[in-house]
């Protein structure tokens, strides 16, 4: 493959790949749970995610490649966890793909009434499986206007929101802090409710580790990766935690149109024309960058674990853009699948089935991470770790508390009955993932050993 992602547009990529429809829509379910304390939430696991990353980068630094974390695990906990965690990743991105292509047909239906969900769908994923086919430059182009549109509105609504708070808004009074306090407290529901909230609010940040993916295919990667995941890190912090407090401040969490769509709720109290609309276009943004990073991330996973034979070797094959065909038209095939699902039949069983398998993925790959960076540094040892471009903040301290957070979440879930359905499918999914790395583990070995056998010469004195 052939490097052409700029710092600027890696930069992009990662914040793009975390804001979302999660944020713009899903949130609302999260703050009604919980009350205004959810911004606690936000933040807390914010700050875990910016560890991982940091766990992350210490690996992607030190040696980029296209297949991240699951080329890292391949390197330091074997072929069967590299495997595992590679397919599931893909696995999850295929998904989403899916969902995104119809999810996006859906919002297009209520700008243009009366056009067919599945047609909307089709062009969607022809336009942006074309785009990933051409070339790397064209999807880093893509993504990088995607989440500037993303970055752009979510920094203007703070500042509208930020002006709204101080009372400078015409005909808008300032909130102070009425719908803070003034409906239950920060935590209406107890502060039990942080739990669940947490769950939601931590699958929401998936998607920051894009940026190590697309390393292998970025200009001078070793720093361009350090500089960009130090940008993303923060500025997804802000994003979140500074419009989600905008929210929670503005009105009241327990309002009907803030469950339903926060952000359209906040621009429709401030008195914005055509909020709905507004908000309509600013998610449909969200679900198309979500949908073109979806067939890149997941491609280039496939494609990588091709190289180092945990895939199919087909699926390795490039075209002289430098881009690999096959595993781009694989990732994509299951957005094609969605849209002649939604021309034939209701679809809503299958990808409520697919969804909540893949629901966990997020914490299985960041459990994966933090395994690998400590065992990385423990087989490095103190003095070669010393020259680590980049390294996790007090080490081994810290990397262990990030694990215990991770099982913890995990715990969470299985004592949170909206989240233990996904839980248990994706452990399904897990088991079945890590039983075919270690038969493919077991497999090479017995390869090797066979070879191993056939070079020893003959034992003297043998017939």
């Known amino acids: 493959m052939k490097p052409a992602l700029s710092t600027r547009q890696l930069t992009m990529i990662g914040i793009g790949g975390v804001i979302g429809a999660g944020l713009f829509v899903g949130s609302g379910k999260a703050i009604n749970s919980t009350g205004p304390g959810v911004v606690f939430a936000y933040a807390g696991i914010g700050v875990l995610i910016v560890l991982v990353m940091r766990m992350l980068a210490e690996l992607a630094v030190a040696a980029p490649d296209t297949g991240s974390f699951s080329a890292y695990a391949t390197r330091e906990l074997g072929p069967w966890a590299g495997l595992a965690v590679g397919w599931l990743y893909a696995y999850h991105w295929a998904v989403i793909v899916a969902f995104e292509a119809i999810a996006g047909a859906a919002i297009a239906q209520h700008l243009v009434p009366g056009v067919p969900t599945w047609l909307v769908a089709l062009v969607f994923m022809a336009v942006l499986t074309g785009v990933n086919l051409a070339a790397v430059r064209s999807f880093g182009r893509f993504e990088y206007w995607f989440a500037l549109i993303k970055v752009a509105s979510i920094v203007a609504f703070i500042l509208v929101g930020l002006v709204a708070i101080a009372g400078l808004l015409p005909h808008v009074p300032a909130p102070g802090a009425s719908n803070l306090v003034g409906h239950g407290g920060l935590f209406p529901n107890g502060v039990g409710a942080l739990l669940p909230a947490a769950l939601t609010v931590f699958l929401s940040y998936f998607g920051t580790e894009l940026v ?63 909020a709905a609309t507004v908000m309509d276009l600013i998610v449909l943004t969200a679900v198309l960058s979500c949908l073109n990073s979806g067939i890149y991330s997941s491609s280039r996973m496939v494609f990588s674990m091709a190289t180092r034979g945990e895939a199919p070797a087909w699926l390795r094959r490039v075209n002289r853009a ?93 004592f949170t009955p909206s989240s233990r359905q996904p839980l248990i499918l994706t452990s399904v999914a897990t088991v079945v993932a890590v039983l075919a790395g270690l038969a493919w583990q077991r497999r090479q070995l017995g390869s090797w050993m066979a070879g191993v056998s056939r070079a020893e010469p003959d034992a003297p004195g043998a017939a």
Not at 229 to 237: F, K, L
Not at 245 to 254: E, G, H, M, Y
């Open 212 to 274: 190590t993916v697309a390393a292998g295919e970025s200009v001078n990667p070793a720093d361009t990766v350090r500089r960009s995941m130090r940008s993303v890190a923060t500025r997804i912090i802000v994003f979140y935690v500074g419009s989600i407090a905008v929210v929670v401040t503005l009105l009241p969490s327990s309002s009907a149109e803030v469950t339903a769509s926060p952000y359209t709720a906040v621009l429709g109290h401030l008195g914005i024309p055509s």
């Open 322 to 414: 430098g881009v690999p065909t096959r595993a781009v038209l694989g990732s994509a095939a299951a957005g094609f699948v969605a849209v002649l699902a939604n021309y034939f039949l209701p679809t809503d069983v299958v990808f409520t089935f697919l969804l909540n398998s893949s629901g966990a993925v997020a914490v299985v790959v960041y459990l994966c991470v933090a395994c690998t960076q400590i065992a990385g540094r423990r087989r490095l040892g103190r003095e070669a770790s010393a020259a680590l471009p980049v390294r996790m903040w007090g080490f081994p301290y810290l990397s262990i508390v990030v694990l215990v957070l991770l099982i913890g979440v995990l715990v969470g879930m299985a």
